[in-house]
């Protein structure tokens, strides 16, 4: 009995040691995080490749790698590891070697890095690449002025423009803009290389739009028929792209691709929402493509739309289904589809059968998405994250049974850090509806303290905050500096149903104020850990917009911080890129409809401000224009409200760049500190 109640001491102190050597997070291991990107699995199922980014705050930058591990987790090592990027790999169909990406172009080599040649040599680089079953053919995309037949154009147009000392720019039409970039004379074009013939294809010759489209538009945008004779892929060809989403699906025979010339292509698509993402059937009968039904809306319900190759029909498998479909990935015996979705404060995997509709909640808990299976159908592999552990890749046998973890390659400076408890709870909204609440309790918690709130507002607005590791809005980088972190999904939110999301529309400071200060409200009556003296709330881009909404509407908080956030609604409209947002989330452009935009432009409150406010923007933001953040600065300090203007002129909508990010902790922590009460 001695010798048990001495091992349980023993035991007990070394948990003890262990718990007081651990730590809080802190913006270094924000940064120290390496960070899993794009992956792929051989066709056998058996190895691993993926990409890694490490930051050096020192330098400023990342760098990207390319490691290998077996797909029973063992056996991790380097691939491609030098000062250049290395990204994107893509094993070959025969599983016998890999390509990659790097220096703007990809390269093909040996499973054990060797035989090292370039697979594609565009001066206009290449992107995106998608082999053809057979490995004879490949697919990227490609950024090349319209007009030109040749490389040799394409770089003899940049060197004009370079050498010219006139800079000006003359617009002829709007979607001159887009996030953080001019979008110039170029496009995007889809390209098809055969590699027997050594010969690239312009598939968009000529054409003035996108693949991927601008906006909406992703890498998985195109692919291959199973039997290499046809490509679908997805493009906007209406006039006005600054106020459409109708992103179509066409189809292209590759028999009519020929060298320099136009290739006829053929829309399969008929929604005037946004149809994207065509992924062919295994035994080719099928393209199955995401779809929304209304045009202009970007957060609309995505469907599951099934064409039927031998007669053109189009038939929606998922429109009963109230869940908004993501990422979706065939089963090799073409009776199901595997898929991605929000789901209340997860992105859990569906499985659906195609036959009878029926609905399979295959993984619920945290973050997943980024899907594959393996070719027997056997096994699907997935990335993962939630708020204490960031993207890692794990696999699940499709039969059932528990998911296994893969990799784990930041497990040594996670073991230092101590996080948060994560929880929810649920209030009631306005109109009675139910809300959703995160709740994080700092590291080391201690019941009989009481701790200051830190109240976020998720952007979007139809968006939602998950048990996710975010390298910017991290919640358990909030908590860790002593604040209960409440994130709310207030109406407008995904993941709670379509008539949720749609609810915010038209009502930006309505049902959604009532959602956010009711949980506000119940947190503070329902927690008694929480300081009700000491609260504050921060947001971005939408989330900003309410802070500045909170601004004009209470004094509950001491202090408010608003990063990229809409001001002025009209004057917003007339700086966006995207026009279609305002003109569907306000029923019409200003003149069309000025009374919304006065009523919900947080502006034409500001004689109610007080609370100080800090603001944030950068200068590279085409989203929320930099005008937005100057106005609201301009109002706040007109009227002697206590307020901190931090301005990046080297960022956009987001801050990325590693030192940059650690002044906008610090400075956001000092901000609160300063209005912090006894």
Request: glycine residues 8%; neutral net charge.
């Amino acid at each position: 009995m001695k010798r048990l109640i001495l091992l349980l001491m023993i035991t007990l102190s070394a948990f003890h040691l262990n718990a007081q050597n651990k730590r809080t997070l802190n913006v270094e291991d924000l940064w120290n995080m390496k960070r899993i990107g794009s992956y792929d699995v051989t066709p056998d199922g058996k190895t691993i490749a993926f990409a890694i980014t490490t930051y050096s705050m020192e330098a400023n930058k990342g760098n990207t790698d390319i490691w290998m591990i077996d797909s029973d987790g063992k056996n991790l090592r380097p691939f491609k590891n030098t000062e250049v990027n290395e990204s994107d790999p893509k094993f070959t169909p025969d599983g016998k070697k890999i390509a990659f990406s790097k220096k703007g172009n990809y390269w093909i080599c040996d499973l054990d890095g060797s035989t090292e040649v370039q697979l594609t040599n565009l001066y206009s680089g290449a992107s995106g690449l998608v082999w053809s079953n057979d490995g004879k053919k490949i697919l990227f995309v490609s950024s090349v002025y319209p007009d030109c037949a040749t490389q040799e154009c394409n770089e003899q147009k940049d060197k004009a423009a370079e050498e010219s000392k006139v800079k000006a720019k003359i617009i002829t039409e709007l979607m001159y803009k887009t996030w953080n970039d001019w979008r110039g004379d170029k496009r995007s074009h889809l390209f098809l290389y055969d590699l027997e013939s050594k010969e690239y294809f312009d598939l968009m010759q000529g054409s003035t739009s996108d693949c991927p489209p601008i906006d909406l538009g992703s890498s998985q945008d195109y692919s291959f028929s199973p039997d290499g004779k046809e490509i679908a892929f997805v493009m906007n060809t209406d006039k006005m792209l600054a106020a459409s989403t109708n992103n179509d699906i066409f189809i292209i025979n590759i028999g009519d691709v020929k060298k320099n010339s136009v290739t006829p292509i053929k829309k399969i698509s008929k929604s005037l929402g946004n149809d994207n993402q065509p992924v062919y059937s295994p035994d080719g009968k099928y393209i199955a493509f995401r779809s929304m039904a209304r045009a202009g809306f970007e957060a609309d319900k995505q469907t599951i739309v099934l064409y039927n190759r031998l007669n053109g029909e189009l038939k929606n498998i998922s429109d009963n289904l109230d869940i908004s479909i993501g990422q979706i990935v065939w089963t090799p015996d073409n009776k199901y589809i595997f898929y991605d979705a929000a789901n209340e404060i997860n992105n859990s995997i569906y499985r659906l059968d195609i036959s009878n509709g029926n609905n399979l909640l295959f993984v619920k808990e945290s973050v997943n998405n980024d899907m594959k299976i393996s070719k027997d159908g056997q096994t699907i592999f997935f990335k993962r994250q939630k708020s204490s552990v960031p993207y890692e890749i794990f696999s699940l046998k499709t039969k059932g049974g528990g998911s296994e973890q893969l990799t784990n390659i930041n497990q040594e400076l996670l073991s230092q850090i101590t996080f948060g408890e994560l929880n929810t709870f649920w209030s009631d909204g306005a109109e009675g509806a139910k809300v959703q609440s995160i709740i994080i309790k700092p590291p080391f918690f201690d019941a009989n303290k009481k701790y200051p709130m830190m109240f976020l507002i998720h952007g979007g607005p139809q968006g939602h905050w998950t048990d996710d590791f975010h390298y910017r809005w991290n919640t358990q980088m909030f908590a860790a500096k002593g604040y209960v972190v409440v994130a709310t999904n207030p109406r407008g939110s995904t993941g709670y149903g379509q008539k949720f999301t749609d609810e915010i529309s038209g009502d930006w400071g309505g049902k959604v104020y009532i959602d956010l200060m009711n949980a506000y409200d119940y947190a503070l009556k329902n927690f008694n850990f929480i300081d009700p003296k000491n609260t504050f709330a921060s947001g971005a881009s939408y989330g900003g917009y309410m802070i500045s909404w909170i601004l004009g509407h209470t004094d509950r908080f001491n202090a408010l911080i608003c990063h990229a956030g809409v001001y002025n609604l009209e004057s917003m409209y007339g700086g966006t890129e995207e026009l279609w947002f305002p003109e569907w989330e306000f029923q019409g452009t200003p003149w069309e409809n000025r009374a919304m935009y006065e009523r919900w432009s947080p502006h034409r409150y500001a004689n109610n401000f007080k609370t100080p406010t800090l603001v944030v923007h950068g200068a590279f933001d085409f989203r929320v224009p930099e005008g937005q953040a100057f106005e609201l600065f301009t109002t706040l300090q007109r009227k002697g409200v206590p307020s901190k203007f931090l301005y990046f002129p080297d960022e956009y909508h987001f801050v990325v760049k590693p030192q940059n990010a650690r002044l906008w902790w610090k400075t956001v922590f000092e901000w609160c500190e300063q209005f912090k009460k006894n």
